[in-house]
């Protein structure tokens, strides 16, 4: 090839094709409230889709996306492992640049190249936002919106996929992996990723704006009841409480709405079972992390296309009990298991736990009571009361507050009943006193007074009264102090 031909290739005019308008500086990371943990970042395309992209970027990519597909053979390509079929896409990528004479820059063409890849070997536009370990959850409206919840704030993405096909293609790969299939006959559909995150998946025409995607992102590292002190969660005081809770078996429901840290608190919880005892966890998928050795860990199935095959919560639970369990912890009571765990709770099982969603520890007892009724069971009130006041010790209560903190705002015991009413007390509470400037909440924990709750028999027997007893007070005493100053 002559020299001047190669040169008119290697060097595509600038004046062909518009250069791409330079991207928006990344914003700044903004600063982590101190009730967070702070948000590791694993490598620097992590923060791309942070960015809002111009569309040209988008013309250029889809430009350049459909000669690739017109050059290459897909299948092929995902016969060779993910290095090498990074390699020859890189490429034909350049090739294609070079060809149609765009005008890129490296850092450009590099982060082209990166969604390309993403886009023909993983999960499209996602992936960016699965290697983020900061993000709690991906919720994806149509291609053209997606939010992420960082912080506990939820904050719209620059991320966007070519079109509701290109979306509805990544649920399709999503979902297979757990062997279902999602289209309009079957428009719904849960799976989960490779790396543990849970994914709901709901398509046209149920979904009206395009296939809806929401992804529980799986966190390795748990957060433990130290760090929930250090982000204001709790104080060391309500901690120990819940410490001695835990490994003085008491049953334990943990409520909450969606996101507010229940999953979270319960794993906190378990780590203070002892490690002599058999735990059997039931789960719709896993996400808990016992520590300790004797576990067995059980998750429920959906049903299969045909629609057969499900296995419920409620097998799980009724299947614990055959299993010689010391202690049942449900990962999620939403149904008739509901009945299945009092029960277990009230034949031995002391110390099982659940979560359940609700906005109070009085709304706990009323849903565990309508679970119950609504599936089925046909008992007197004042029996079901009396059933869940003499199963349920404590009721620990989370919630994400409008600033995105997250706070236990009540530890609760179930005392028993009067005539068919439940009478609960509060043990420890968050109080809200006000806002900051800054819109951050301002409250304090404290504890109520109570000397000496319901389960001060269970702690001394496991010899914990005396580190309750010490809580108690300085969760108290911290209290007069402010009330004086
Ligand atoms: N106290 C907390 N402080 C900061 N982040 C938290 C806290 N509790 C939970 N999270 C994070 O919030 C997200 C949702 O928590 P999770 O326990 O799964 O909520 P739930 O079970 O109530 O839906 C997770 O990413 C988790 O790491
Ligand atoms: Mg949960």
Redesign the pocket.
């Known amino acids: 090839m002559p020299p001047a031909a190669a040169k008119a290739v290697a060097q595509p005019l600038a004046a062909a094709a518009p250069p791409m308008p330079a991207r928006e500086p990344a914003p700044a990371t903004p600063p982590a409230s101190a ?3 702070p948000r590791p970042v694993r490598s620097p395309t992590a923060v791309a889709p942070a960015v809002r992209r111009s569309e040209n970027f988008y013309d250029v990519k889809t430009t350049v996306f459909s000669a690739l597909i017109d050059t290459i053979d897909l299948s092929q390509l995902a016969r060779l492992d993910t290095e090498s079929a990074r390699e020859e896409i890189r490429d034909i990528v350049n090739d294609i640049i070079a060809l149609k004479n765009i005008a890129m820059s490296i850092a450009e063409q590099e982060d082209l190249l990166e969604d390309i890849c993403n886009d023909v070997l993983g999960l499209g536009p996602l992936e960016p936002l699965l290697a983020r370990d900061d993000i ?2 991906i919720m994806v409206n149509g291609a053209q919106r997606t939010y992420i ?1 960082v ?2 704030k939820v904050e719209e993405t620059g991320v966007r996929f070519r079109d509701n096909t290109q979306l509805m293609n990544i649920c399709q790969r999503i979902v297979s992996q757990v062997g279902r299939r999602v289209d309009e006959s079957s428009p719904i559909c849960d799976a989960r990723l490779p790396d543990g995150s849970r994914v709901n998946v709901i398509a046209p025409p149920l979904a009206i704006d395009g296939p809806t995607l929401t992804i ?2 799986f ?1 390795k590292d ?2 433990t009841l130290d ?2 002190v250090k ?1 204001g ?1 709790i104080t060391p005081e309500g901690a120990t409480i819940l410490q001695i809770i835990a490994r003085s078996r008491c049953n334990v429901l943990v409520s ?12 906190c919880l378990t780590r203070y079972i002892d490690n002599t005892e058999r735990i059997i966890t039931a789960e719709d998928a896993a ?1 808990l992390q016992l520590q300790q050795p004797h576990v067995v860990r059980l998750e429920t199935r959906p049903p299969n296309i045909e629609g057969e095959g499900e296995v419920t919560m409620r097998d799980l639970v009724k299947n614990c009990l055959r299993m010689r369990p010391e202690r049942i912890i449900v990962g ?1 009571v939403r149904g008739p298991e509901a009945f299945d765990l009092l029960q277990a709770m009230n034949t031995g099982h002391d110390g099982s736990m659940g ?1 359940l969603h609700a906005n109070s520890p009085r709304e706990a007892l009323s849903r565990i009571e309508s679970m119950i009724t609504m599936g089925g069971f046909s008992l007197p009130s004042k029996t079901l009361r009396e059933m869940i006041s003499t199963s349920i010790d404590v009721v620990v209560q ?1 919630a ?1 507050l409008r600033d995105g ?3 236990i705002t009540h530890i609760t015991e179930v005392v028993g009943t009067e005539g068919d009413v439940i009478i609960t007390q509060d043990i420890f509470l968050y109080d809200i006193a006000g806002e900051d400037a800054a819109g951050r909440i301002l409250g304090r924990h404290r504890s109520t007074g109570i000397g000496r709750p319901r389960f001060w028999d269970r702690a001394r027997y496991f010899g914990e009264e005396k580190r309750l007893a010490a809580a108690l007070d300085a969760a108290e005493a911290e209290e007069l102090v402010v009330a004086q100053g």
């Open positions: 009730a967070e943990p709690a959850d919840e912080g506990g529980r992102k966190k748990k957060l760090q929930l982000y969660t909450g709405g969606t996101g507010s840290g229940k999953t979270t608190l319960l794993n996400e999620e979560t989370a994400r903190s997250r706070k």
